[in-house]
C-alpha cells in the first residue's frame, strides 16, 4: 500500500459512526495493522515471482525434451522401414457407463488397422500426425516400432477385376479371374465417383480395397456410343424395306398407348439380311435418327436423343473363356442405363453370323454354345429391355441359331435386296448432288441415264460368271446382278477421281458421261476376278443367291482371255 493510501486509511480510521474523533492508540492499532498486510502482500509478490522463474524455467525444459523426442522420432538413414495399407481407421471409443466392458482401455484408445505382410495389426500414429489424416486404402509407412509415420495416396495398382454390383457408396461386388465373388471397399479416391456395373476397378487382394477405376478401352471401342447423323434421306432404293422397319420400331415406341390398348407387344429385335453392301448397316442408323427426331415432334422431351451401340461382331470374340459374355452383358447394362430416362437405344450387331452361329453345328470352335444363351438371356429374361432394341445384320442369315431368330426375340425379319434400276436411278442421285461441278451443257439426269445405260447393258463385256446348278441348267451372271449401293457409290467416286485428274492435268472442271462410263468398267475388271471356284454355292450364298445349289461356275473373262 502506498503512504498515500496509508495516510488515507489512518485518517478514517480516526472517523467514527457519528464523526467523533478516535483515540490515538485506536489510530496506532489500525496502522500496525494495514502495515502487517503490505508484508503480508510483499512475501506473496516474491512468492510469485520465484514460481514464475520456476516455470519458465521447467518450460525451457520441456521444450528441449520435445526437440529431443521430436529428434528421435525422426528416421535415421539406417533404420529399416515397412510399407502397409490402410483397413479403417479407428478413433477413440468411450467406456461404456453401464453393461460388461467389451474392449479394454488399449483397444479404446485410437489407432489405424493396417494390413503388413499379410497380417492385420493394429498401429498406433506417430504424436507428429493427425489421425485424420489416414484414409481406408492408403499407404502408410511403418517404423521398427510398428508406428506409423507417413500416409501416401492409395496406389494405383493392383488387379483388374469387373463389378459386378455396386452396393451403396463405399462397396462394390465384383468378379474374380476364377468367377470367384468378392465384396471389396471403396478407396478415398473411388467414394463419391460414379461406377456402373461392368466397369473394371483395381482392386488389392490382400487388403479387399479398390483403389482406382479403370477404363475399359476395348469394351468403349466395341460399344461406340454415338448419336447417328444418317437419315432416311440418305439412303435411295430402299424404301419398301424403311417403311418395314418403320412399322416395327417406330409405331409402337411414338404410339405405346395404342399398342397398350390394342394388347400389342412390340417386337424385341429385328434382323437385316441380304447381299453385302446394300444399306443395312444404313438403316439400323437411320432407325435410331428418326426415333429421336420423331419423339421430338410428338413432344416428348425425355427422348430428345437416341442412342446407338454399333457392335463390331468379330471383335466381340475373346480368347478368354467367359470374356464374350461378359462384353455382352455389359452392352446391354449400358443400353439399360441409356434407356432409364426414356431415351430409344439401338442395340445393333453387324456381322451376327460371327457370333450367333447355330449351335452344334461344328464348323467353328463351338463358343456359340455360351455366347447365344448369353443374347437370349439379356433379350428375353427377367430384366426387361425397355426403350432397347436389338437389331442385326447379316448375309448369312442360314448360319444364325433358329432360337434367335424365332418369334419373340427377332420378330421381325427385312431382306435387304440389290437395288433395281429404278433404285439404283435414286441411289446415284443421292452420289452425284447439285454441288458436284458437271461439264457445260451436260445435267444430272443425263450423267444419271449414261451410267444406268452402261451398267445394265448386256454384251460378252458384261458377262462375268456362268453358274451351274444342281439340276444341270445353266446361268450367266452379268456385271448388273452384283450391283449395290456401295458398287454404285464406289463408280461415283471414281468419276470423281478421274474429274479431278483431269483437272490437275489443265482439263476443263466438270464431270463427264466418259468419266462415268470409265468408272463402271473398272468396278467391272475389278469384280471379274471376285468369284470362288472353289466353293461356287457357299460364294453364292454369301452374295445373297438363294434356290437351288450351285455345283460349278466359270469365269467367263478369264475364258475369254485365255481363248
Known amino acids: 500500500m502506498s503512504p498515500a493510501e496509508a495516510a488515507g486509511a489512518a485518517q478514517g480510521a480516526r472517523t467514527g459512526r457519528d464523526g467523533a474523533t478516535p483515540s490515538e492508540s485506536q489510530m496506532e492499532r489500525r496502522v500496525a495493522l494495514l502495515q502487517d498486510r503490505i508484508r503480508q502482500l510483499d512475501r506473496q509478490l516474491a512468492q510469485a515471482t520465484t514460481s514464475n522463474e520456476r516455470l519458465v524455467s521447467a518450460l525451457g525444459v520441456a521444450r528441449d525434451e520435445l526437440r529431443r523426442i521430436r529428434?528421435?522420432?525422426?528416421?535415421?538413414?539406417?533404420?529399416?522401414?515397412?510399407?502397409?495399407?490402410?483397413?479403417?481407421?479407428?478413433?477413440?471409443?468411450p467406456a461404456p457407463l453401464n453393461g460388461p466392458v467389451t474392449q479394454t482401455q488399449a483397444a479404446r484408445r485410437p489407432g489405424v488397422d493396417v494390413m503388413l505382410n499379410g497380417r492385420k495389426i493394429r498401429a498406433r500414429m506417430s504424436p507428429l500426425l493427425a489421425?485424420?489424416?489416414?484414409?481406408?486404402g492408403d499407404e502408410v509407412l511403418l517404423d521398427e516400432s510398428l508406428q506409423i509415420v507417413a500416409v501416401y495416396p492409395a496406389p494405383a495398382t493392383g488387379q483388374v477385376l469387373t463389378v459386378k454390383e455396386v452396393m451403396g457408396a463405399r462397396s462394390l461386388l465384383v468378379a474374380t479371374r476364377s468367377d470367384e465373388e468378392r465384396v471389396v471397399a471403396r478407396a478415398r479416391s473411388l467414394v463419391g465417383e460414379s461406377i456402373r456395373v461392368g466397369d473394371g476397378v483395381v482392386v488389392d487382394?490382400?487388403?479387399?480395397?479398390?483403389?482406382?477405376r479403370v477404363e475399359r478401352q476395348e469394351v468403349q471401342d466395341l460399344i461406340m456410343e454415338e448419336t447417328p447423323d444418317v437419315s432416311y434421306a440418305d439412303i435411295g432404293g430402299l424404301g419398301p424395306q424403311i417403311e418395314q422397319i418403320t412399322d416395327a420400331v417406330e409405331l409402337p415406341f411414338l404410339h405405346a398407348d395404342e399398342f397398350r390398348?390394342?394388347?400389342?407387344?412390340?417386337?424385341?429385335?429385328?434382323?437385316?439380311?441380304?447381299?453385302?453392301?446394300?444399306?443395312k448397316t444404313l438403316i439400323a442408323k437411320a432407325v435410331a435418327r428418326s426415333l429421336s427426331d420423331r419423339a421430338r415432334e410428338a413432344g416428348r422431351a425425355e427422348a430428345s436423343q437416341s442412342w446407338f451401340f454399333n457392335i463390331k461382331g468379330p471383335e466381340l470374340l475373346d480368347k478368354y473363356v467367359g470374356e464374350t459374355e461378359r462384353h455382352i452383358r455389359t452392352i446391354f447394362a449400358r443400353a439399360r442405363e441409356r434407356a432409364a430416362n426414356g431415351n430409344p437405344v439401338i442395340v445393333f450387331f453387324d456381322e451376327m453370323d460371327s457370333l450367333f452361329r447355330t449351335r452344334g453345328s461344328g464348323v467353328s470352335s463351338d463358343v456359340e454354345t455360351t455366347i447365344v444363351p448369353q443374347l437370349l438371356a439379356e433379350i428375353d429374361g427377367v430384366e426387361r429391355l425397355d426403350n432397347v432394341i436389338v437389331i442385326g445384320a447379316t448375309n448369312r442369315e442360314d448360319m444364325i441359331?433358329?432360337?434367335?431368330?424365332?418369334?419373340?426375340?427377332?420378330?421381325?425379319?427385312?431382306?435387304?435386296?440389290?437395288p433395281t434400276r429404278a433404285g439404283a436411278r435414286e441411289i446415284?442421285?443421292?452420289?452425284?448432288t447439285p454441288e458436284v461441278p458437271l461439264a457445260a451443257g451436260l445435267t444430272r439426269d443425263e450423267l444419271i441415264d449414261a451410267a444406268l445405260e452402261s451398267i445394265y447393258r448386256e454384251g460378252p463385256d458384261r458377262d462375268l460368271v456362268e453358274v451351274v446348278f444342281a439340276g444341270g441348267t445353266r446361268s450367266i451372271l452379268r456385271f448388273s446382278d452384283f450391283i449395290s449401293g456401295a458398287v454404285l457409290r464406289n463408280v461415283v467416286d471414281r468419276a470423281k477421281t478421274a474429274a479431278v485428274k483431269d483437272v490437275v492435268r489443265g482439263a476443263a472442271r466438270g464431270l463427264t458421261v466418259e468419266h462415268i462410263r470409265g468408272a463402271v468398267d473398272q468396278e467391272c475388271r475389278e469384280i471379274e476376278d471376285l468369284p470362288s471356284t472353289s466353293s461356287p454355292d457357299e460364294w453364292a450364298r454369301v452374295l445373297g443367291r438363294r434356290g437351288e445349289p450351285i455345283v460349278a461356275l466359270t469365269n467367263l473373262a478369264h475364258a475369254a482371255e485365255r481363248s
Open 205 to 212: 487382394l490382400k487388403t479387399n480395397t479398390a483403389s482406382s
Open 131 to 136: 489421425l485424420e489424416v489416414c484414409k481406408d
Open 261 to 279: 390398348a390394342h394388347r400389342l407387344t412390340p417386337p424385341k429385335g429385328i434382323l437385316l439380311y441380304g447381299p453385302p453392301g446394300c444399306g
Open 401 to 418: 441359331d433358329p432360337a434367335i431368330l424365332r418369334p419373340g426375340r427377332l420378330d421381325v425379319k427385312i431382306r435387304v435386296e440389290r
Open 428 to 432: 446415284l442421285g443421292k452420289h452425284l
Open 71 to 93: 529428434a528421435s522420432l525422426e528416421p535415421d538413414d539406417d533404420a529399416t522401414l515397412s510399407y502397409g495399407t490402410v483397413v479403417a481407421v479407428r478413433p477413440a471409443v
